[in-house]
């Protein structure tokens, strides 16, 4: 740490600590900065995609496909990815993976064949696997132990702000202006992105030895966890049948929206920014009233809401109803989707929630890949509106795995933590990836 000079050894220290805190505030802040900008061009791009399909000559089956590779490489490149985080440095991930976005983004705009398409999926997907643990890592470094649950709400609330304005410019500039340019524009977020990121003073050395995952450490953690408290096996599954919803829902309702209702780039822009809109008002204050009143209410009757919203929409006739439904699903999202979170935090014990997480997240991606290959073969075979329906479906048995198999674990102490043999157990447990 710099020393502040002063005329005493007092003021010096508390110049230093003011400096201090100043210096973590700030780095954070543009971690922040910077994550926020990235999710304003990932935005940018999403109302896209159905004419891009169209210019391709790409069918539903062969867009799901590439949206699924995505997802594979994502989730297969996510264990090294957090290894080189801690070897060569949180930062330089976080650049290298937001340049390589910007790149395959670039690259979009000089494509001529689908199969160029998909390898630049593929590769987005590596570009997201580099960037999200070395930013979760880095957020380990930069922001004290009991800041981490705001900081980690920030980061959330910090993504949603620029993924909300995202779809609204890029499907206004694409429509009225030129179609390429979102493209060109989102390249260009990235690099500026990276030059943002390149401000951060990084912490020399990283002590955060959970974030050292394999695909052994992460699921070897995940089994502690799961057989000391069977919530985590229940919310497990919910997390992998919501990367179904999610491949199911958010590809194939814009092109639902494209091709049964007919709205243009413009307006699926702003349809996609009113959800995130929901989301930014809705997503602390329910996380505040998880904290109050209890996770699994929320999680119920958001998982109802958002079920509803999706099941209602293959009855839209108009935009305005497709507005009046984002905003009900993604309301419902707000609802439950902070909750899911500290339900989460509440069944892991502390020295491991990096790894469980880690297996997580591989699970809900595996999800992802299923409802994005699915997407296609159903659009295609069955009808428009099936993978809507089979979403909404989803959406309800993800619900329901909560409100049957699941206590409230608000206030619940965790056994992991309270036992002391299972704390021993967890020091001695090997964390390098091997």
């Not at 110049?15 to 505030?25: H, K, M």
């Not at 990235?38 to 896209?48: A, I, K, Q, Y």
């Not at 179609?179 to 990283?206: D, K, N, Q, T, W």
């Not at 096996?233 to 194939?252: D, Y």
Request: a negative charge; hydrophobic letters at 50%.
């Amino acid at each position: 740490m710099r020393t502040h000079m002063s005329g005493s050894d007092s003021g010096k220290s508390r110049s230093s600590g003011i400096q201090g805190v100043f210096a973590l505030s700030r780095d954070f802040s543009v971690l922040l900065l910077a994550l926020m900008v990235v999710s304003l061009g990932f935005g940018l791009l999403g109302p896209l995609m159905p004419t891009f399909r169209d210019i391709l000559g790409m069918s539903e089956s062969e867009l799901g496909a590439a949206y699924s590779l995505f997802a594979f490489a994502y989730v297969f490149a996510l264990p090294p990815s957090g290894l080189l985080a801690d070897r060569v440095g949180r930062k330089r991930m976080i650049m290298s993976g937001i340049l390589l976005f910007g790149v395959t983004t670039y690259a979009m705009v000089l494509i001529t064949e689908p199969y160029q398409f998909s390898i630049l999926r593929i590769l987005e997907g590596v570009g997201a696997a580099m960037v999200t643990p070395a930013a979760f890592a880095l957020t380990l470094d930069l922001v004290p132990e009991n800041k981490r649950g705001v900081a980690m709400g920030a980061e959330g609330t910090a993504q949603l702000v620029g993924g909300l304005a995202g779809p609204a410019i890029g499907g206004v500039v694409a429509g009225e202006i030129d179609f390429y340019m979102p493209f060109y524009f989102a390249a260009a977020l990235a690099v500026g992105c990276a030059i943002i990121v390149s401000f951060i003073h990084e912490p020399r050395e990283a002590t955060h030895s959970e974030e050292k995952m394999s695909i052994t450490t992460m699921f070897g953690a995940w089994k502690r966890n799961a057989s000391n408290n069977n919530a985590l096996v229940a919310l497990t599954a919910r997390g992998f049948v919501m990367g179904i919803v999610q491949g199911l829902w958010a590809l194939g309702l814009i092109l639902f929206w494209t091709d049964a209702i007919s709205m243009t780039l413009s307006e699926i822009g702003i349809a996609m920014s009113i959800g995130m809109a929901t989301m930014v008002v809705g997503t602390i204050p329910f996380g505040m009233m998880s904290d109050k009143y209890g996770r699994k209410p929320f999680i119920v009757l958001g998982g109802a809401l958002m079920a509803s919203g999706l099941a209602a929409m293959i009855f839209a006739s108009e935009t305005w109803h497709v507005y009046l439904l984002v905003a009900i699903s993604e309301f419902g999202a707000a609802m439950s989707n902070p909750s899911v979170g500290a339900m989460l935090a509440d069944v892991m014990a502390k020295e491991e929630r990096g790894r469980v997480m880690g297996a997580y997240q591989t699970v809900q991606g595996v999800g992802n890949i299923v409802g994005f290959s699915a997407l296609g073969v159903m659009y295609e075979r069955i009808s428009p509106k099936a993978p809507i329906i089979a979403g909404a479906g989803a959406l309800a048995a993800a619900t329901s795995i909560i409100a049957l198999f699941v206590g409230e674990t608000h206030g619940a102490k965790n056994v992991a933590e309270s036992d002391p043999e299972m704390q021993v157990d967890l020091a001695d447990e090997p964390f390098e990836y091997r």
